[in-house]
């Protein structure tokens, strides 16, 4: 007898901790999700307390328009007249004055040619004027150095020169906006006490050459200011403005160290936000998830006890009571996983600093930063899903009869046809025309999210309808390749068609989104790839490194490029922010004349050789919006020149263009509105009958001096080009995954409780000459169909949702509905697979059972 | 030890079998030095009250559970030299069974599940032994039905048809008849007889129903794990003063 209750206690504990894992791993991604973000935010806000630690005051221009990248830095302001510094440090109670400019690209190259670090992905490559003023730096020179006196000396980082294996008296290239040029290194610096600067590498010029970089000779981004001690920063700050404005200069900005600090933190604080809620949200569709879960298990295990049950209520214990029993074993299970699930959140921001910093994104600081947030949050979530759960569940346990004591069989209540029909039917009715209504009535993004939610609420409620009748079907094949063993699999998939659906209900959850996003990006994927196919008539791309930011080519590079007697033309790309008429985006600048051979633009007016340095290039949609026409002027700002307008002379007629942001100027018109000169792209086109060989043997030593640049033919730029969008689609599924696993524990709960109910039926089939293996394949196919039901009905919502999003952008530029043959194959081969691994611990228990016990059970 | 040469063809022997659960104060001897034969073709009926170990016996010489010492051999066969996948095949190929409830795998129609041994085998069945069956049956209009639309005297039918389907050299039924009213038992029991007779089917039945018992042409009685007696050619009464006989030892 004790050992039938050991062996009871075994199986229930086993059934609690499946279930207690789906509740961890959901409360684990959300207080990960926390954690991670507090920790990054914890060392930022380290890091900019220590860059502004003697800062009391600074001088800046006026923020020319909100930009939403966030970010240091991210702000565009006009430059500072150099002549300011001496106004400012004229001002009474100013110790020290002292202005610099930020350079936004200053590669420095290793010995073997390399660039170092990957700017293209991670922390920036910088550079500064080195700033005499002690109080304003925190960079200090490792002994042995001296800081740069003249425009061929720098001093670099650390961190860097130990990557580079640079000493001081070494030489080293650096690219940036001007040709490449060799630099002797006099100087290697920390950044307080550590190597570097948050991970980015910095190259500290002499303050003339670094303007000189930056594109601003004789001007300042900005100027720090030392005040006096015993003044307070506000009164320092209130001295320099009073100054200012008695020198007409008051529309500069004067700001305090602290108001700096707290700009900058709360900056990143915004840009984190983001990502802590796109976290969250995959954190709660896995907690969703777990909820079908644990509503599973505990129907099932309440199902199972209807006896247990019956006997209690027998004996006198109230509805209330039994009611109690459940609620109260959910409350241990909730309390217990979610508790575990807080330190597994810890343990998972840990390991993804780590993984990141694996994947060359290197993040700053150590320890991890767990803020109560993640503690309240998590554990909160996670009892409270875990208690809803248990609800309906503890609900049915409570009605279960005295006289079903007397029973013989777990009885499951019976469905109710009609009912499940409409409700199930109703939602997702209801659900659809909420999302066409929000994708093409322009009702909004919540009715999108609303009519996807309804729509997987009643496709769940319909569930039992069709699971049987689906899960049949798909048995059709297994049963007539696995014979009985199949059939018997494909009839135990059907057998209860609630089970049947919940569990797989929660996978297709996971798999809808998986394959929503799949055919959302594949179709955007291959828009964009018939966009560049169907615009660009170029032979080479010649791609700085990163896509559009970070990194940059020397003007230089274009110009060695056009002049190659094979090159018929050549344009460089480069970008930047602009408010356009209010609206900020990024703008792209060409090269006019050679453009209009390169780029193959629609036009319904006007051509793109045409563009003056007062000229845009506008979309259709827009010119038809406005109402404006060729001629129109648009008003504009930039950071450097602010308020100006722009003459539309050109108008294309596409849906979206391959450059990024949808307005046009003229190179001549960067060089006037942008400090740094740093080309993105250089687009090449060979000269008629030159073979793409000879093409490439005349562009690439051109190259020589520049490691980051890659020389691309069309193929492998669209592939580069793709490969940011397929990132972030793993990066996508990645997350998702948290929900898929935690359904396919689900399945493996389900069979493991449906085999323990099934224990006299395998002994059964065990005496009458069913092998082991035969059981275990059983199970496993039985499995399979489950996760294939979930993921077929999870690919069905999926591709609905899709194509229903790319039909709702076509004018968004999404021109191409891709379903993305391919991957949905895949994951439908990685369902099933994922059914046979979720299936080998129930069938090898089911296997395990000792036949006699199992017909001789009572 | 001596043992007399069978006079008949044996399809079962259990030699010095013993099973001994637990061990010290709390050792069970559930089967004790048991020797005994199961002729073919005949049947044969265990029985003794309950704990006299006759269910053991027929576990273990059914292939289901293995012997603490002793040999059982089934036709030439001997099983505690086996392992469990071979247990599986002889149990599939050469043993029907009929247990005393939950006999049918309730998601298999009638006709499935007599075919299941020969389908896990992954063998056709003989069709015309099958039909053979069938005819003796007697559930033809049925055999598309699943068990929870049949009654418990047609589900003990199918699964004896079940244990005869794969032409078993023998056939094992526990307490058939327990969870029948008397008339249903009359049915499955004067069926099992029948198949005795006109097929030459060896059973052997596990049974505390001295009625289910004079169905057999031998009845082995069982008590403390020891054969203790037998009779042939039972009536109901003689197996009843039999068994008070013994009760009162």
Request: proline share 5%.
């Amino acid at each position: 007898m004790f050992k039938v209750t050991w062996k009871g206690l075994i199986a229930h504990k086993l059934r609690f901790v499946l279930t207690g894992i789906a509740v961890i791993l959901g409360v684990a991604f959300i207080s990960g999700t926390f954690v991670f973000t507090a920790t990054i935010q914890q060392t930022f806000d380290d890091l900019i307390a220590n860059i502004y630690k003697g800062t009391d005051a600074q001088v800046r221009g006026p923020e020319a328009f909100k930009q939403d990248r966030g970010g240091p830095g991210a702000t565009p302001r006009p430059p500072i007249p150099a002549s300011v510094e001496k106004i400012v440090a004229r001002a009474p109670g100013v110790e020290a004055a002292q202005g610099n400019v930020q350079i936004e690209y200053a590669q420095l190259v290793d010995k073997k040619g390399k660039a170092i670090g990957n700017p293209g992905q991670g922390a920036p490559a910088l550079g500064f004027g080195w700033n005499p003023v002690k109080q304003l730096t925190q960079f200090n020179l490792v002994a042995g150095g001296h800081p740069p006196r003249n425009p061929d000396e720098i001093v670099i980082d650390k961190g860097s020169a130990d990557k580079g294996h640079f000493h001081v008296g070494d030489t080293g290239k650096v690219l940036t906006g001007l040709p490449p040029k060799n630099y002797k290194i006099v100087g290697i610096a920390r950044f307080g006490t550590a190597d570097n600067l948050a991970g980015a590498s910095v190259v500290l010029f002499e303050m003339a050459q670094a303007q000189r970089i930056a594109g601003l000779p004789a001007k300042f981004d900005y100027i720090g200011i030392v005040g006096k001690p015993g003044l307070s920063q506000d009164e320092v700050a209130a001295n320099v403005r009073k100054t200012l404005q008695q020198d007409g200069l008051g529309a500069l900005e004067v700001v305090t160290g602290k108001k700096l600090i707290d700009e900058n933190q709360s900056q990143i604080g915004k840009a984190l936000g983001f990502l802590n809620t796109g976290l969250l949200v995959f954190a709660f569709v896995a907690l969703i998830v777990g909820a079908f879960i644990i509503y599973n298990t505990f129907s099932i295990v309440v199902a199972q006890r209807t006896r247990e049950m019956a006997l209690l209520r027998a004996i006198g214990a109230s509805t209330r009571q039994v009611l109690g029993s459940i609620i109260g074993e959910s409350l241990v299970i909730g309390v217990i996983a979610s508790a575990m699930g807080v330190f597994g959140g810890i343990a998972l921001a840990i390991a993804l600093r780590w993984v990141m910093s694996l994947l060359g994104i290197d993040l700053p600081g150590s320890g991890a930063v767990v803020p109560a947030k993640a503690v309240i949050w998590g554990m909160l979530v996670g009892i409270v899903v875990t208690l809803l759960s248990s609800i309906v569940p503890a609900r049915n346990a409570a009605r279960v009869p005295p006289v079903a004591a007397l029973r013989d069989v777990a009885i499951e209540r019976p469905i109710r046809r009609g009912v499940r029909l409409g409700i199930g039917g109703g939602l997702g009715v209801l659900g659809v025309i909420a999302l066409l209504s929000g994708l093409f009535g322009g009702a909004g993004i919540w009715f999108v999210i609303v009519g996807a939610v309804l729509i997987f609420v009643g496709v769940f409620v319909l569930g039992p309808l069709y699971a049987r009748f689906v899960s049949s079907v798909l048995g059709v094949p297994i049963a007539r390749v696995k014979g009985v063993t199949g059939t018997l699999a494909r009839e135990n998939a059907g057998r209860n068609p609630k089970r049947t659906s919940v569990t797989a209900a929660a996978l297709m959850i996971g798999v809808a989104l998986v394959g929503f996003i799949t055919v959302f990006a594949t179709s955007a994927k291959q828009s964009f790839l018939g966009t560049i196919d169907a615009q660009i008539s170029s032979d080479y791309v010649i791609n700085s490194g990163g896509s559009f930011g970070g990194t940059g080519l020397s003007p230089r590079l274009d110009r060695e490029i056009a002049k190659l007697p094979v090159v018929e033309a050549s344009t460089p790309v480069r970008v930047g922010p602009a408010q356009v008429n209010k609206a900020v985006d990024l703008i792209a600048a060409v090269d006019p004349v050679p453009a209009q051979k390169i780029f193959a633009l629609k036009s319904v007016g006007g051509k793109l050789a045409d563009l003056t340095p007062d000229g845009i290039a506008i979309s259709k949609k827009s010119a038809d919006k406005h109402h404006w026409k060729i001629g129109s002027t648009i008003p504009a700002k930039f950071a450097k020149t602010g308020n100006t307008s722009l003459r539309v002379e050109m108008i294309y007629d596409e849906k979206q263009i391959v450059l990024p942001g949808a307005n046009l100027i003229s190179l001549q018109g960067y060089e006037k509105h942008y400090s740094q000169q740093l080309d993105a792209l250089i687009f090449a086109k060979l000269k008629p009958g030159v073979s793409p060989e000879e093409g490439r043997k005349a562009i690439e030593p051109l190259l020589k001096g520049y490691p980051t640049a890659k020389l691309q033919d069309n193929a492998q730029y669209k592939a580069d080009q793709v490969k940011n969008l397929n990132q972030l689609l793993g990066l996508i599924y990645g997350l998702l995954i948290f929900a898929v696993i935690i359904a396919f524990i689900g399945i493996a709960n389900t069979l493991a409780l449906s085999i323990h109910e099934r224990t006299r039926e395998i002994g059964l089939l065990r005496a009458v000459g069913e092998s082991r293996r035969q059981v275990r394949s059983m199970i496993r196919w039985e499995s399979v169909i489950i996760s294939l039901l979930g993921t077929l009905l999870g690919l069905a919502i999926g591709l609905f949702f899709g194509w229903v999003v790319v039909v709702a952008l076509h004018d968004q530029g999404i021109t191409t509905f891709d379903p993305g043959i391919a991957t949905q194959v895949a994951i439908v081969i990685f369902a099933g697979l994922s059914g046979v691994v979720a299936a080998i611990f129930p069938a090898r228990r089911a296997a395990k059972l000792d036949v006699l016990r199992a017909i001789s059970t009572e | 030890m001596t043992m007399s040469p069978p006079t008949t063809a044996v399809a079962a022997r259990a030699v010095h079998a013993s099973k001994i659960y637990g061990a010290g104060d709390t050792e069970v001897r559930a089967l004790d030095d048991v020797d005994v034969d199961f002729e073919k073709g005949a049947y044969t009926a265990i029985m003794g009250p309950s704990g006299s170990g006759k269910s053991t016996l027929l576990h273990c010489i059914a292939g289901l559970d293995t012997l603490t010492s002793g040999q059982i051999y089934l036709g030439d066969i001997e099983l505690s030299s086996l392992n469990e996948k071979h247990l599986t095949q002889i149990r599939r190929d050469r043993i029907g069974f009929v247990f005393q409830s939950y006999n049918l795998i309730p998601t298999l129609t009638a006709i499935e599940n007599i075919t299941l041994p020969a389908a896990l085998a992954g063998r056709d069945t003989d069709k015309q032994w099958l039909d053979h069956v069938v005819t003796i049956v007697g559930l033809r209009d049925r055999l598309k039905h699943r068990p929870s639309e049949l009654s418990g005297g047609q589900q003990q039918r199918v699964a004896v048809a079940r244990a005869l389907a794969s032409r078993p050299e023998i056939v094992f039924a526990d307490e058939p008849t327990g969870n029948l009213d008397s008339r249903a038992s009359g049915e499955v029991l004067s069926f099992m007889k029948q198949v005795v007779q006109e097929i030459g089917q060896t059973i052997v039945m596990v049974t505390h129903d001295p009625i289910a018992a004079a169905y057999a042409s031998r009845v082995v009685f069982l008590a403390d794990g020891k054969v203790i007696d037998e009779l042939r050619n039972p009536q109901p009464d003689t197996i009843l003063d039999k068994m008070r006989l013994l009760g009162a030892e």
